[in-house]
């Protein structure tokens, strides 16, 4: 929530404003409903010479049904833009881009999706090329920010033997599951993971825990998990009881009640197990908003414990009894606020961004393990919090972003089950907004 | 340039909005003058137990005649709050941060300063430690945005060994050198870099080329590093030739007429050098802004060419034939664009990138030569550029920071400086943004 824009839209004529913006209406975001096909129009392929992922996607997208192209239709009416950069070498093929991009900028629909593919400047094989890489993502942003319309843009880095490893980011950024995010830099490894029996079922035979699955985003998750073939546990705190029940009850998964900061829950929660996890989801979170010189003690001390020093628990008791299964992955939830800091949020933003380092500082010895651990950080998502905002600031949290509008506890929870897909198997240490790229940085 | 705020700002409302902001008045800020002291009050320090900064920064500050409390003043006036944060080895210990913070908050002069050292996540000694160390990050970019009144806040990272390469960013930190810099995270590594004889011209006996030094930034930049001791050659293109000469008189320099993108342009600038560089600053680059949609094969071509191309053939050339002395420094200039990617802006945005990319790429290998690299990354300034823009949009750029206003060439020079002297050898690889904590991110 931008603060410093906060507060001139809370001032006197900032009200006013707010409520006339006449901003272009939001457009309508594509989700994903299971049974859609992956996007609603031909796939544009265009490559940098020389590129290596050209050919890896052209079948993928083949075996998956989607109608990929080289020569762009005469009318438009793209469902997405792929490019190949992987060809660009050097920074003087970076006019690449411009000819690639430069005809087809006006030729997607809407909620349509531009998608770069580069190799990570640290893989690259000499400086020209880690460079020239590095430039993609001003691009990708650019585009993000230009063509409007619910059209999104990323970039996804392919590290060299990971060509086989691109149909469950592809499937993700193409799909309505994708709706709010854009603006992203998402890094796939090398390897081979195995493909889902069904990709409307990525999830069957796996269990899922989610912590604060009671409410909002964490209810969402529980849904999307079970939705696409998951056993879920729904955990939350004994007063979330009813609620917890009705979520575990909607997805046919069990409930479990536990306080995740009391003492020894670690353990309680690894007694409470009946065999290894496949997926964790840390999403129990709480805020106690007060600038650092109003705020107690408390207000400090439990938004630490809850959101930061319990998830780092949680999975050192797991692995420590090898309840997370090799190829199962690790989800945390960080916030936009951890990575830029928000007034009056020091405690909050401290967690954040300690999930951030936790997702990072674990990413390698889990790799050894065969276990991924990624991070989420929303921006403005609209839930029973956002709901109870002051109305301009909840309209500048909705608006400040490139899709015009907030996102909602689905499109966390998809980005989470994007993860968790088998086919996932080679992404770990990522940190992905779901944001509708706020402008809200570091 | 906030494009979804300009949008807005600019439509019929919005114009009326940002002329009658009533926002807080804009903060005088604190700007270096040459025999200033480093801080108009005492320096209150803190550390978490077991940290090994606080003895190095408490002699480093009284060797350079700054008062240096454990106290805090009864009734504030502090000129800045120094926290050791390195003895914070796991996240149960980030309480104390709460500990100094709280009830120093509000002890801070105007234009006072925040600065939190702590280890590189990266080179702690375990996993817990490197969360926590993540963490800190949440709580710098918080104060950055609460304390305002030209406040500022960052977060220094300082590798094992690097105890006594501090000063010269202490120095630049709590200086009014760094009035416009705040939200960032800087890392210092290790070694023993030379003090300059005289802190008040660290850059005596070394040579500067600057590049698009006739105007604007290019002009300050070569003015400071003049006014701090070195030897500048300004460069810019034949057509700035007055302009140029004019600067090149102001600082007793030289100046040399170079088309940086006309072919054979690296070995003409070696062969007009008379001996090695100690400070090459790439700050030569144009916008020509349109969407990717409208804009025009030249447009695209001339700002990599001039932004990104020349900077790496320039170094190249340079490198090639030994012109740029072991100890020396490049600095790249890059922009937020270059960060958050910019509607209208893609040549320009993936320019910067690749800027970024530059110094990234480039900075592992130069280290074993004895040279740095880094970027700085400008937010608003106010040059006769942003002086063109539309009132609102204009308006827009210069307030959503955390200064509430644009900032000054002089303040992406100071930063350049800071760079280059002798004291911040063991630091490269760095992009820090001079943007007073602008909200526009990545």
Not at 105 to 118: D, E, K, P, T
Not at 200 to 226: E, F, K, M, S
Not at 248 to 261: C, M, P, W
Not at 268 to 297: C, F, Q
């Amino acid at each position: 929530m931008g603060d410093r824009y906060a507060s001139f839209a809370n001032s006197g004529p900032g009200r006013g404003l707010v409520k006339r913006l006449g901003l272009p209406d939001p457009p309508r975001l594509r989700r994903y409903r299971p049974g859609d096909p992956l996007t609603e129009g031909p796939v544009l392929l265009g490559a940098a010479p020389g590129g290596r992922l050209g050919d890896p996607v052209r079948k993928l997208l083949s075996a998956a049904g989607v109608d990929a192209i080289d020569e762009p239709l005469a009318d438009g009416g793209h469902g997405a833009l792929i490019f190949d950069a992987t060809g660009i070498t050097g920074t003087t093929k970076l006019s690449e881009l411009y000819e690639f991009f430069h005809p087809n900028a006006r030729s997607l629909r809407r909620s349509g999706r531009v998608i770069v593919l580069g190799t990570p400047p640290g893989s690259a094989a000499g400086g020209p090329e880690a460079t020239a890489q590095r430039a993609l993502e001003g691009l990708t942003r650019s585009i993000g920010k230009e063509f409007g319309r619910g059209i999104t843009s990323q970039l996804v880095y392919v590290d060299p033997g990971g060509e086989g490893a691109l149909e469950s980011t592809l499937r993700f950024l193409l799909s309505g599951r994708s709706a709010y995010v854009s603006g992203q830099v998402i890094r796939v490894g090398a390897g081979n993971p195995p493909a889902p029996a069904d990709w409307q079922l990525p999830l069957a035979g796996r269990t899922a825990l989610v912590t604060g699955a009671a409410r909002g985003i964490g209810a969402a998750i529980a849904r999307v998990l079970a939705r696409d073939g998951a056993d879920v546990i729904a955990l939350d705190v004994p007063q979330a009881g009813d609620a917890l029940a009705g979520v575990a009850n909607d997805v046919r998964g069990r409930a479990f009640q536990l306080d995740l900061t009391a003492p020894g829950a670690g353990e309680r929660l690894a007694s409470y197990l009946s065999g290894p996890l496949d997926i964790v989801v840390h999403n129990a979170g709480i805020t106690r908003d007060r600038t650092i010189a109003k705020m107690d003690p408390a207000g400090w001390q439990s938004v630490l414990s809850v959101n930061l020093v319990a998830p780092e628990r949680i999975n050192e008791a797991l692995l420590a009894k090898d309840l997370v299964r090799s190829g199962g992955t690790i989800v945390g939830v960080a916030s936009i606020a951890g990575i830029a800091g928000n007034r009056g949020q020091t405690n909050y933003a401290t967690s954040k961004a300690g999930v951030i380092g936790l997702v990072q500082s674990s990413a390698p010895g889990l790799l050894a393990k065969g276990i991924t651990i990624n991070a989420v950080a929303p921006g403005f998502i609209e839930t029973a919090m956002t709901a109870k905002m002051p109305v301009t600031l909840r309209e500048a949290g909705r608006r400040m972003n490139s899709m015009a509008q907030g996102g909602l506890p689905v499109d966390v929870a998809e980005t989470i089950a994007w993860f968790a897909s088998p086919g996932s198997a080679t992404i770990t240490g990522n940190v992905v907004r779901v944001c509708g790229q706020s402008l809200l940085g570091a």
